[in-house]
T-cell receptor, first 113, second 115 residues
Framework: DSGVTQTPKHLITATGQRVTLRCSPR?????VYWYQQSLDQGLQFLIQYYNGEERAKGNILERFSAQQFPDLHSELNLSSLELGDSALYFC????????????FGQGTRLTVV | AQTVTQSQPEMSVQEAETVTLSCTYDTSESDYYLFWYKQPPSRQMILVIR??????QNATENRFSVNFQKAAKSFSLKISDSQLGDAAMYFC????????????FGKGTSLLVTP
């Protein structure tokens, strides 16, 4: 158990819909990262929050957004979903950067039908 | 943006043998960190080993060791005495302060361990 909790584990939704994925980081970790893993794109960094503020952006679509709340949990919002958004979405947390380990949650498997 | 390349989509090793997974990266930065993550069928991402760029000594964690060649921008993973439980996808990853310490992953190498 990494200490990072993601809910839900599985999500099936229709094209055009909007979903919210939730992540609770390890106790004490201020940084939260979101990643998307798909067969064609591999593991891609989407966005990072540090203590409530957006810190870095990766290949995140405009239809996607995220936020980190005062209790440090984070939500990733995916809207106007397309079939190609079907993927495994990971959340990871760490204390700070550098050599510190990023601990990954179990992921949310999103299927868009 | 930094590019991480894993040129071996699949590798196979016999139990108890040694296998080396390759990783190269492209960067102009001098301060960065390199990682190997393992992803078994459960999909959980598990840190295997990590290396700081400014440390010349290669990192070792039990049966896992790396060959870090900074000038060549190479970071290979050696697994000794392979076990059936080592079968998984292995991802090489790069991290630096310029990208907020986000991990930049390679495409992965699928390792099969045969009895």
């Amino acid at each position: 158990d990494s200490g990072v909790t993601q809910t839900p584990k599985h999500l099936i939704t229709a094209t055009g819909q909007r979903v919210t994925l939730r992540c609770s980081p390890r106790s004490g970790d201020l940084s939260v990262y979101w990643y998307q893993q798909s067969l064609d794109q591999g593991l891609q960094f989407l966005i990072q929050y540090y203590n409530g503020e957006e810190r870095a952006k990766g290949n995140i679509l405009e239809r996607f957004s995220a936020q980190q709340f005062p209790d440090l949990h984070s939500e990733l919002n995916l809207s106007s979903l397309e079939l190609g958004d079907s993927a495994l979405y990971f959340c990871a947390s760490s204390v700070v950067g550098g050599m510190t380990e990023a601990f990954f949650g179990q992921g949310t498997r999103l299927t868009v039908v | 943006a930094q590019t991480v390349t894993q040129s071996q989509p699949e590798m196979s090793v016999q139990e108890a043998e040694t296998v080396t997974l390759s990783c190269t990266y492209d960067t102009s930065e001098s301060d960065y960190y390199l990682f190997w993550y393992k992803q078994p069928p459960s999909r959980q991402m598990i840190l295997v080993i990590r290396q700081e760029a400014y440390k010349q000594q290669n990192a070792t964690e039990n049966r896992f060791s790396v060959n870090f060649q900074k000038a060549a921008k190479s970071f290979s993973l050696k697994i000794s005495d392979s076990q059936l439980g080592d079968a998984a996808m292995y991802f090489c990853a790069y991290r630096s302060s310029n990208s907020g310490y986000a991990l930049n992953f390679g495409k992965g190498t699928s390792l099969l361990v045969t009895p």
